[in-house]
């Protein structure tokens, strides 16, 4: 498949580890878009097809990305080449609290984005759902327009749910009345240390299906169950970006593996150079994961997607259907 990006001709290929006997379609429920993919692979699975065109994006399409900034084509490019590699479904998280301060102009990327996805969407079979991003340590007011403008995308059913970002002492829970009666799905993710009565409140929000928290959870783990929450881990980001685990001690494969909800996710390619792939085999290098617990993960992301029950029920059709 050839596709260009600000005139530069781009091939892709099919490839990617679902061509391998036995193994699931994968599904990210995370891309942060601003980065691209790449790395880490284990001596036994270099040989994987997909490693040549990771190696093409980190050198050619990167590069256009930064110079260029189109995101629309951007993302029509990743869409296209995350089809390709037999990823079903992919949500594509924008962070844009603070791009509300030009609503007219950012309501018309945002159009262009819609439309450009829905269009390759169309021509590749390609799932795909959009996922703002808002910072709750943002000015009360920048958040508040953040989230009337998410709300106006969900009324168009462009988009079905956000990610809440909680930084420092930020607190989701001085928001829980407009967000129970916003009718959206909630992703949370805490990027610091939080008390586990405020923690409590914060998922009891309606609405909220993962989170994501690089903490030993064991003192809510039942309770995320009760509340059919999944636990969201990209691992090569969460090692990178936290001091609290080394991949010794990380402690999200053992509760997968004690039958809690974990959905795993690309994360941000941008800071890591990861993708959804190379996240799971860094899991099945690094913890024996099986191709039936890769599979029971892509069920577990497919349950917790952010779209509709139509498109829910093609994932899960398509995940029966796999060889």
Not at 77 to 104: D, G, M, P, R
Not at 171 to 185: H, V
């Given at each position: 498949m050839k596709l260009s990006l600000n005139g530069h001709k781009i091939s892709l290929r099919e490839g990617g580890i679902s061509k391998r006997p036995g193994w699931p379609y994968l599904i990210d429920c995370g891309m942060h878009v601003e980065g691209i993919l790449g790395g880490f692979i284990s001596d036994e699975?270099?040989?994987?097809?997909?490693?040549?065109?990771?190696?093409?994006?980190?050198?050619?399409?990167?590069?256009?990305?930064?110079?260029?900034?189109?995101?629309?084509?951007?993302?029509?490019?990743?869409?296209?080449?995350?089809?390709?590699?037999?990823?079903?479904?992919?949500?594509?998280?924008?962070?844009?609290?603070?791009?509300?301060?030009?609503?007219?102009?950012?309501?018309?990327?945002?159009?262009?984005?819609?439309?450009?996805?829905?269009?390759?969407?169309?021509?590749?079979?390609?799932?795909?759902?959009?996922?703002?991003?808002?910072?709750?340590?943002?000015?009360?007011?920048?958040?508040?327009?953040?989230?009337?403008?998410?709300?106006?995308?969900?009324?168009?059913?462009?988009?079905?749910?956000?990610?809440?970002?909680?930084?420092?002492?930020?607190?989701?829970?001085?928001?829980?009345?407009?967000?129970?009666?916003?009718?959206?799905?909630?992703?949370?993710?805490?990027?610091?240390?939080?008390e586990k009565s405020r923690l409590l409140d914060e998922i009891s929000i309606p609405g909220v299906r993962r989170i994501h928290y690089i903490a030993r959870l064991e003192d809510i783990l039942n309770e995320l169950r009760k509340k059919k929450i999944a636990v969201q881990i990209s691992p090569t980001a969460d090692l990178a970006f936290y001091s609290n685990f080394s991949l010794v001690d990380y402690p999200f494969v053992d509760y997968f593996r004690k039958g809690y909800k974990t959905v795993v996710s690309s994360g941000y390619p941008e800071l890591t150079s990861s993708s959804i792939e190379n996240e799971l085999v860094m899991l099945k290098s690094s913890f024996g994961l099986s191709v039936e617990e890769i599979s029971a993960l892509s069920e577990f992301s497919a349950e917790s997607a952010f779209c509709d029950d139509v498109t829910k029920e093609i994932i899960f059709e398509k995940l029966r259907k796999k060889d």
């Open positions: 699975d270099r040989r994987i097809d997909s490693c040549r065109d990771l190696n093409l994006f980190k050198k050619k399409i990167f590069p256009l990305m930064i110079k260029e900034g189109d995101l629309p084509a951007l993302l029509t490019l990743l869409l296209s080449y995350q089809t390709l590699h037999h990823i079903i479904y992919t949500e594509f998280i924008i962070n844009f609290t603070n791009a509300v301060n030009s609503l007219k102009e950012f309501d018309e990327v945002m159009s262009s984005v819609y439309y450009s996805l829905k269009e390759s969407s169309e021509n590749t079979g390609g799932l795909f759902s959009i996922v703002p991003e808002l910072d709750t340590s943002v000015e009360e007011t920048v958040f508040m327009k953040a989230l009337e403008y998410s709300c106006s995308l969900h009324q168009k059913n462009w988009i079905k749910g956000i990610c809440l970002v909680r930084r420092g002492e930020s607190s989701i829970g001085s928001y829980y009345k407009k967000l129970s009666e916003t009718g959206l799905f909630l992703a949370l993710d805490f990027t610091t240390k939080i």
